[in-house]
């Protein structure tokens, strides 16, 4: 490969110990631990690992950190209940509901359920709404994920074609929002870039993507992106993880990292950076309830 690596491994590193300092310093002031409770119901295995993930992260940052176990027949009431209780404890700053939930729960009913102050995955349709008026309460922590990948490694995506192949409402669509609104001090994340988004009914996927001088790819299909699809220079993100004969792999062929000039990897791209800035949110909660 000949491109640079976007590292979100080492990236990752950095951010956590930003994050680790901050919370000590709370911690010298006599304020209480950021705190996140976070959720699972069931036994869905790549859930279970995720949560071990953020558990783990939050607690090598110094971050205070809860996980409950719910049986796969949990009810809703069960669930909403336990989701009151994290909403009122004052020692909770971030509730992480893992999703998906089995059938039995309505999804949605559970995301409005979080107090949209503890709402540090960004799903409720209130932080949704502040998102997409330009007023951030919290980036969602895959997009925000991918904004600091690119401007950290030195990629500004101001004025930039930038294409973004997906428009699901936890990726694509919160990541197009961010990169094209304007960049103010209330919304730092701003990319000023003109933005294409792809999904399954657009006409010729590879002659959207030529456009990108930067290109995203969240579409959960191994390897879509191929090096005749790309221009010689052009950034591309990999936001896919998919299970092929038990390796993950992305959503771009490995041939793209002989033509970009940056690719990130998967795994070691992305995803360290989403768990990174889910600590980031927990923060800012605990900076904004206790002060
Ligand atoms: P999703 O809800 O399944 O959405 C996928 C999107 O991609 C949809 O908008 C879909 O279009 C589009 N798409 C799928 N196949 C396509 C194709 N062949 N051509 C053009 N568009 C296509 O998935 P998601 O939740 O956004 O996640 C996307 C990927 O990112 C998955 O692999 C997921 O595991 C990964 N992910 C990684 C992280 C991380 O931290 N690394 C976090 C979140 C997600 P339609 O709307 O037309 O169906």
């Known amino acids: 490969m000949t491109a640079m690596r976007l590292d979100g491994k080492e990236l990752a590193k950095v951010m956590r110990a930003e994050v680790a300092a ?5 911690t010298r002031a006599g304020k209480r631990l950021p705190g996140l409770a ?22 090598d940052a110094g971050l205070a950190s809860w996980v409950h176990h719910l049986p796969a027949e949990t009810s809703q009431a069960q669930l909403l209940d336990l989701v009151a209780r994290f909403n009122a404890d004052p020692q909770v700053h971030g509730i992480l509901v893992q999703l998906p939930l089995p059938r039995q729960i309505d999804e949605d009913a559970v995301i409005r359920a979080v107090a949209p102050a503890k709402d540090v995955d960004c799903f ?12 951030p309460r919290y980036y969602p922590c895959t997009p925000h994920g991918v904004v600091q990948l690119l401007r950290r490694n030195g990629v500004e995506p101001a004025g930039k074609e930038v294409v973004i ?19 103010t001090p209330a919304n730092p994340a701003g990319g000023d870039a003109t933005v294409t988004i792809a999904h399954t009914r657009t006409r010729d996927l ?4 030529r456009r990108a001088e930067i290109l995203i790819v969240a579409a959960g299909s191994p390897r879509i992106v191929t090096a005749d699809m790309v221009v010689p220079g052009v950034v591309v993100v990999d936001v896919g993880t998919n299970s092929v004969n038990g390796k993950l792999v992305g959503d771009v062929h490995e041939g793209v990292g002989e033509v970009a000039a940056a690719l990130s990897p998967v795994p070691g791209g992305v995803g360290p950076m989403t768990i990174t800035l889910l600590l980031v949110n927990t923060l800012t909660a605990a900076e904004a309830i206790d002060g």
């Open 22 to 26: 901050r919370v000590a310093d709370r």
């Open 124 to 135: 409720h349709p209130e932080n949704l709404g502040l998102l997409a008026s330009g007023h």
């Open 165 to 183: 192949v997906g428009r699901s409402n936890i990726v694509g669509k919160p990541l197009a929002l961010m990169l094209a609104q304007k960049r």
């Open 38 to 59: 976070a959720v699972i119901v069931g036994e869905n295995p790549a859930s279970q690992v995720y949560v071990r993930n953020k558990h783990k992260a939050c607690q």
């Open 206 to 209: 590879a002659a959207v993507c």
